[in-house]
């Protein structure tokens, strides 16, 4: 057997797909443990899992039929070195948890088969899932150390209701500017050039200037110069002035910038339905954007919804706890400062819940109830889930789960334990 101490990244980071593939087509993944309770180096920034495997085998595909263990201690490791506890989780042939800690053993065909690329039929507006061969990987730390039983319990109530958020909007990265000490300017920089409002556009630098979950123009600190014309096009203007101190700063030979024919022209960017943000503390929510003119910047994620019916709907359930609990599952953990962090491959994997699911009077009820927190201040989970408004938004999208109220409440206990467990860990040395 082979046993290394990694970091967790590759277990749900897409440069870990080939390995994955490589170990669960070749070998036996005996066990990947981790523990929720303490860091294991306080000079990494990066959280680290224990894997164990058996040698390789050149026979193909010979480790499909094998187990592999998943294990999350949720007590520091010198209080489990017992032998009766390794054999309880060797023994283990389906999902349980302890006190001290939770296995999740799985067929590790099962575990290639979950990862395949899936694609929708084009065929048919709403045609079915179809599993090609191509290997994308799997979310082995979100959904096998991390998830908590109740997300589980989601996903077989949800049969034939969830789809990837992927499969209903097209999510791309905020605008990448290559110089932006050039392209962002704040009021008193606007006022010195005296640049043109053609020029200018609102933009969401930083996601701290969101502070409710309808983005408010005025709440954003920046502009950001955004001019597709030439040079020859903007004689006698402040924003000509601007492009050619640009150029005596050196701002057109940056590679991003320099890559462009009219290096200062960032090019039509299409207008975006909301937020995904790539980086959450204590606040887990999605911003909803209502301004055409407003650009983001390349911290975050931006996203539109391809039913145009459903904008509203939509951005009404991406604001719900179960959201919350999915990206806090399916995100990525490997940093050791407690942050979550969400980008391209994960978000597009996110569970969600087809509007279809719900009735038109429940939908007409959802979308009402989310106006009424849209504009407040959002605040942290631990308060937000605690919010009547937000219960009374979140019952609509249990309710089409079939969710009874202990599996609600479990909802909640699980997005508590899931962030102060990210945050506690990050102290914990």
Known sequence: SFCFITSNSWLDVGYGKDLQEFL??????????DNQARRSFSQADVNTIIALFSAPDDKNDGGLEQTARFVMFQVPFEEILSPVIFEEIDEARERR????????PILQRQLLEEGLETVRDKDKVRGPLIKVARYLGNKWGGKYLRAPDIYWTILEKGKGKLVRLGDIAEVRFGIKTGANEFFYLDEAKIREWGIEAEFLQPVIKSPRECKRILIDPHDLKFKIFMCHKEKGELKGTAALEYIK?????GFHKRPSCAGRSR??????????????????????WNPINETPSLLAGDIMFVGSWHDRASVLTYNS?????????????LG????GDGLLTTYGPEILRFEFIESLSISNLKVRELEKRFKTIEKRIVTSIFEEINQADRRALDDIIFDALGLTQG????VYEAVIHLVETRLQKARSL
């Open 332 to 335: 990525r953990v490997n940093l």
């Open 24 to 33: 669960l087509r070749h070998s036996q993944v005996k066990l990947i443990l």
């Open 407 to 410: 599996e609600r409440d479990a």
């Open 263 to 284: 290096w200062w022209n960032l090019g039509v960017q299409e207008p975006f339905d909301f937020v995904v943000l790539r980086f959450r503390d204590k606040r887990n």
């Open 245 to 249: 101190w640009g150029e005596s700063q």
């Open 97 to 104: 948890s302890t006190p001290e800690y939770r296995v999740f």
């Open 317 to 329: 359930i991406l604001n719900t706890t179960f959201l919350t609990l999915i990206s806090e599952i």
